[in-house]
């Protein structure tokens, strides 16, 4: 049957002031209705039992998760004592599924992103579900791009594998790391690459096969755990056995050294709001080219994105192309172009002892 787990982990940084380390982007409302997580689960349950999907969430988010999601069993929320990034909370995820169902395909994705509609994701799902059963290959979900974006990883396909009612799926030919604007450009112009929405596929044999052959340690220590699920000694046995595990991903881990990996063409909407240049992509401009998200008067203001708390006015004078973000304790103004950096932003107060703050 078919199994999901979602990743929630996430330190709060890329959309600071509004999300902070015990509740980062998925926590917080960004755009549609509820907050990320919800919309996440909202999503796949239109097409898979509760009892059937896990959040792999950290320890210090665990019950900001749990009174986000009261619909889930509650040991179906599994806290990670520490981030392993995602190749642990994958293994861990597969080995749970696997526990419940030996027969279980899993759909792996963020917690974060924003996908529409509904049925159009779960139909591709439950195709990919399909192939990915039949052929045991790890299938990923490539989007393709309506820009040239810096931003994204790419997967340039290869050659098709099959294509089931009317989704393809193709050999994948090579992940790519985030491009430069011209080789965006190019990958756009070629038609054979997709970004790489972080989603995936497959079988729960299959994926802890992967990892016993290209991450064999991390294999062994969810062998080492496995026993324990259910029992009072869970949170201790995956304490123990996290510790002293890799922190690497999925796609450095396994997907990029394995030869089973297919790429299947997702044509639904996809943004994973990676920073707060996403608002502009979820709102509409008004004609001044503005995003506001709450109370805002502005003179001579273009191509501004302003967000604000109920009950607080933010107004602006001659400015253009700047973020503005306005929670109870703390205000962030930048220039789009720097969005990026306010990952460094929360690193410095971090550095500074200015924890209140995170």
């Known amino acids: ?26 926590l917080i409302h960004i755009a549609g209705e509820g907050t990320m997580i919800q919309q996440t689960l909202a999503r796949l349950t239109s097409g898979i039992d509760a009892s059937r999907i896990y959040i792999i969430t950290t320890a210090s988010q665990e019950q900001a998760t749990r009174d986000q999601v009261p619909q889930l069993p509650l040991d179906n929320i599994i806290a990670e004592p520490m981030g392993r990034d995602s190749a642990a909370c994958i293994g861990l995820a597969a080995i749970i599924a696997r526990k419940n169902d030996p027969e279980a395909v899993i759909l792996m994705c963020p917690a974060d992103h924003i996908i529409r ?5 779960m139909k591709i799902v439950k195709t990919a ?3 990915v059963s039949d052929s045991g290959n790890l299938g990923t979900f490539g989007i393709k791009p309506t820009f040239p974006s810096t931003g994204y990883g790419y997967i340039h396909r290869g050659n098709p594998i099959e294509t089931r009612g009317d989704v393809p799926a193709y050999k994948v030919g090579q992940f790519v790391e985030k491009p430069d604007l011209e080789k965006a450009k190019e990958f756009l112009a070629s038609g054979e690459y997709y970004w790489n929405s972080g989603l995936f596929v497959w079988t729960a044999d299959a994926i802890l096969q992967a990892i016993e052959k290209h991450m064999p340690e991390l294999h062994q220590g969810l062998r080492r755990m496995e026993p324990a699920l259910g029992t009072p000694q869970q949170t201790e046995a995956i304490r123990r056995e996290y510790e002293p595990l890799q922190k690497i991903s999925i796609d450095y881990g396994v997907m990029e050294k394995a030869d089973n990996v ?5 044509d639904y909407e996809w943004d994973d709001v990676g920073s707060w240049l996403a608002i502009e992509r979820l709102y509409d401009a008004n004609e001044s080219g503005n995003v506001i998200v709450g109370a805002h008067e502005g003179i001579k203001t273009r191509n501004c994105t302003v967000m604000t708390e109920p009950g607080h006015m933010v107004a602006t004078i001659g400015v253009s192309d700047l973020v503005i973000v306005h929670t109870p304790d703390a205000t962030l103004v930048c220039s789009k172009q720097d969005a990026a950096d306010v990952k460094q932003l929360v690193e410095n107060l971090k550095r500074k002892g200015l924890r209140k703050y995170l």
């Open 1 to 26: 049957m078919l199994h999901a787990g979602i990743m929630a982990g996430g330190s709060g940084t890329r959309f600071w002031p509004k999300s902070r380390e015990r509740t980062p982007k998925q």
């Open 117 to 121: 509609p509904p049925e159009r994701f």
């Open 129 to 131: 579900a399909e192939i």
């Open 262 to 266: 297919i790429v299947l063409e997702a």
